[in-house]
């Protein structure tokens, strides 16, 4: 059984356009994330949810929109893509946003914007 | 402010062999956690060994070690006897208390084993 799982894992889009990614765990983790790795492997977090609420939004363009219908989803939709948007984006989740709590990632989406 | 710093962009291991991938953390909170992942080329996100700043034994799963030294702030992982599959990248990472659960990356390291 896949534990978080995204999609789609590969995506490739034109500038301007507008693309989401979808990500569900069954892990029964209430604290879910989305991750950007850009060309050089460096990983940033983006966004956090805590049961459907919004926690962490780091300095990320507003095109950027996450979605967390309940507690096991977190959805990423972007707006009028550009080059730079291209990057691995992984999600993850994990109990209870403490500190030693390990996140579980899926296993990524690589956008690419032509 | 909060840094993750892994100094060695690639390093090469002879099969059999242990290997320790270094890592060093900037934090002045008290409360915080270690994590070390691996990315094989296949390019999943791998969690594989946790330690507490409070932990006073350092964390050990399998094959890996964490050789945890806090006055240095150091939390260096050892594979021993290293295998093909091993390659990888591997990144450092940290969580501080109140941060929700955020993990704070190093640049990673590239492992190739050598047959």
């Known amino acids: 059984d896949t534990a978080v799982s995204q999609t789609p894992k590969y995506l490739v889009t034109q500038m301007g356009n507008d693309k989401s990614i979808k990500c569900e765990q069954n892990?029964?983790?209430?604290?879910m994330y989305w991750y950007k790795q850009d060309s050089k492997k460096f990983l940033k977090i983006m966004f956090s949810?805590?049961?459907?609420?919004?926690?962490i939004n780091e300095t990320v363009p507003n095109r950027f929109s996450p979605k967390s219908p309940d507690k096991a989803h977190l959805n990423l939709h972007i707006n009028s893509l550009e080059l730079g948007d291209s990057a691995v984006y992984f999600c993850?989740?994990?109990?209870?946003?403490?500190?030693?709590?390990?996140?579980?990632f899926g296993n990524g989406t690589r956008l690419t914007v032509t | 402010a909060q840094k993750i710093t892994q100094t060695q962009p690639g390093m090469f291991v002879q099969e059999k062999e242990a290997v320790t991938l270094d890592c060093t953390y900037d934090?002045?909170?008290?409360?915080?956690?270690l994590f070390w992942y691996k990315q094989p080329s296949s390019g999943e996100m791998i969690f594989l060994i946790y330690?507490?700043?409070?932990?006073?034994q350092n964390a050990t799963e399998g094959r890996y070690s964490l050789n945890f030294q806090k006055a240095r702030k150091s939390a260096n992982l050892v594979i021993s006897a290293s295998q093909l599959g091993d390659s990888a990248m591997y990144f450092c990472?940290?969580?501080?208390?109140?941060?929700?659960?955020?993990?704070?990356f190093g640049q990673g390291t590239t492992l190739q084993v050598k047959p």
């Open positions: 330690q507490g700043s409070y932990d006073e």
């Open positions: 892990l029964g983790h209430d604290t």
């Open positions: 949810y805590n049961n459907k609420e919004l926690i």
């Open positions: 934090t002045s909170d008290q409360s915080y956690g």
């Open positions: 993850a989740s994990s109990q209870s946003g403490v500190y030693n709590s390990p996140l579980h």
């Open positions: 990472a940290m969580s501080l208390s109140g941060n929700t659960g955020k993990l704070i």
